[in-house]
């Protein structure tokens, strides 16, 4: 059972950047994809963007386009997430998710393991 680990959530104000990191505890080369998703309180989890493989493509969804940014270090099996021009609607839990047979790890459908999720919370 893999395990996923988040770190670097806090309270940024509007306009900031953070760096989420996902630490695996085991190498993720036998993933299928791995992503970022968010729950804000009262609404449902959203995926935000994934990586394909270990060599793959990085694709984003509408919320993350232009803003977010997901990286990969294969030797750590860490992923990041640099989010940039933050804004209040983006505060919420953001979670690290991993697929193990495939789907794209936008869809929490896919998704075969959790990370514990990190609070992110945008001030005005």
């Known amino acids: 059972q893999m395990q996923l680990v988040e770190s670097g959530g806090g309270s940024v104000q509007a306009g900031g950047s953070l760096v989420l990191s996902c630490a695996a505890s085991?190498?993720?080369?036998?993933?299928?994809?791995l992503g970022w998703f968010r729950q804000a309180p009262g609404k449902e989890r959203e995926g935000l963007t994934t990586?394909?493989?270990?060599?793959?493509?990085?694709y984003y969804t509408r919320l993350a386009e232009g803003r977010f940014y997901m990286s990969q270090d294969s030797a750590k099996n860490t992923v990041y997430l640099r989010m940039t021009r933050l804004k209040p609607e983006d505060t919420a839990i953001y979670y690290c998710?991993?697929?193990?047979?495939?789907?794209?790890?936008?869809?929490?459908?896919?998704?075969?393991?959790w990370g514990q999720g990190t609070q992110v919370t945008v001030s005005s």
């Open positions: 990586i394909i493989g270990n060599a793959g493509g990085t």
């Open positions: 085991e190498s993720t080369s036998r993933i299928a994809c």
């Open positions: 998710a991993a697929a193990e047979y495939g789907g794209t790890c936008t869809s929490v459908h896919a998704v075969s393991y």
